[in-house]
């Protein structure tokens, strides 16, 4: 089995024990629509009704999935800049432009379900970046699972440390195992994350730069060189 079959079955793995976690009873339709055709994590949408709506972001979904797939497709030669390729189109064909596509279509069929990633680029905060703006779906079950028993028990600050501990955890499984090597690299970029939404909150930082620099400068530390050479250079 090679590392990126091993990676694809790990993330359906997180997906499934996610879905599990976060299990509510529903209508049987939309209970089967929930698990099965939305990859978010909340299932409260799915208990409403709503005026139908999202065409156009379908429409916007569509357009970088297309973009995605091109980015896909594009080679250099160069190794460094194929795997930004890689890296950009896989980002914009699913966390973009699949996920957008499929919020659009539930919300045509009243079911007011959010976008789960939202512009992260205007993120102000890595707070902001993690808590309102990046992958919401597995926000949702890391504040629910993680957060909040663990606030309730020893207060904010332990909880933001559990969450985002819980979150290399979770990396670890995703890229390092699959990889082989790199231990580590995952949990210290999600700690170190973590210190600093901590540091935001304690003296009032924020700024675009400032969290574009500490999402993007620690990055070789979650997508480490040996996930890089066993998952994404085969793919070249």
């Given at each position: 089995?090679t590392?990126?079959?091993?990676m694809?079955?790990?993330?359906?793995?997180?997906y499934?024990a996610?879905?599990?976690?976060?299990?509510?009873?529903?209508?049987?339709a939309?209970?089967?629509a929930?698990?099965?055709?939305w990859?978010?994590m909340?299932p409260?949408?799915f208990?409403?009704?709503r005026p139908p709506?999202?065409l156009a972001l379908?429409?916007?979904?569509?357009?970088?999935?297309?973009?995605g797939?091109a980015?896909l497709?594009?080679r250099?030669?160069?190794?460094?800049v194929?795997?930004?390729?890689?890296m950009?189109?896989?980002?914009?064909?699913?966390?973009?432009?699949?996920c957008?596509?499929l919020?659009?279509?539930?919300?045509?069929?009243?079911?007011?379900?959010e976008?789960?990633?939202?512009n992260?680029?205007a993120?102000?905060t890595?707070?902001?970046?993690?808590g309102?703006?990046?992958?919401l779906?597995f926000?949702?079950v890391?504040?629910?699972r993680?957060?909040?028993?663990v606030?309730?028990r020893?207060?904010?600050?332990?909880?933001v440390a559990?969450?985002?501990?819980?979150?290399?955890?979770?990396h670890e499984?995703l890229?390092s195992?699959?990889?082989?090597?790199?231990?580590g690299?995952p949990t210290?970029?999600?700690?170190?994350?973590?210190?600093?939404?901590?540091a935001?909150r304690r003296w009032?930082?924020e700024g675009r730069?400032?969290t574009?620099?500490?999402?993007?400068?620690?990055?070789p530390?979650?997508f480490h060189?040996?996930?890089?050479r066993?998952?994404l250079v085969p793919?070249?």
């Amino acid at each position: 089995m090679t590392p990126f079959v091993t990676m694809t079955l790990l993330v359906a793995a997180v997906y499934t024990a996610s879905k599990v976690a976060m299990f509510r009873r529903l209508p049987a339709a939309r209970q089967a629509a929930y698990l099965l055709l939305w990859p978010g994590m909340d299932p409260r949408p799915f208990r409403e009704s709503r005026p139908p709506a999202g065409l156009a972001l379908m429409a916007w979904g569509a357009l970088k999935m297309a973009v995605g797939a091109a980015l896909l497709q594009a080679r250099t030669g160069v190794t460094p800049v194929d795997l930004l390729l890689v890296m950009l189109g896989t980002g914009l064909l699913i966390h973009f432009g699949l996920c957008d596509v499929l919020a659009g279509f539930w919300r045509r069929r009243g079911i007011p379900v959010e976008r789960l990633f939202v512009n992260p680029a205007a993120s102000r905060t890595l707070a902001e970046f993690w808590g309102r703006r990046w992958n919401l779906a597995f926000r949702a079950v890391a504040h629910a699972r993680i957060f909040t028993p663990v606030k309730r028990r020893w207060g904010a600050r332990w909880g933001v440390a559990a969450t985002f501990a819980f979150s290399g955890l979770v990396h670890e499984l995703l890229l390092s195992v699959p990889a082989g090597g790199g231990w580590g690299g995952p949990t210290l970029y999600f700690l170190l994350h973590g210190a600093l939404v901590l540091a935001e909150r304690r003296w009032k930082i924020e700024g675009r730069l400032w969290t574009l620099f500490w999402l993007l400068a620690p990055l070789p530390l979650l997508f480490h060189p040996p996930f890089l050479r066993a998952v994404l250079v085969p793919l070249l």
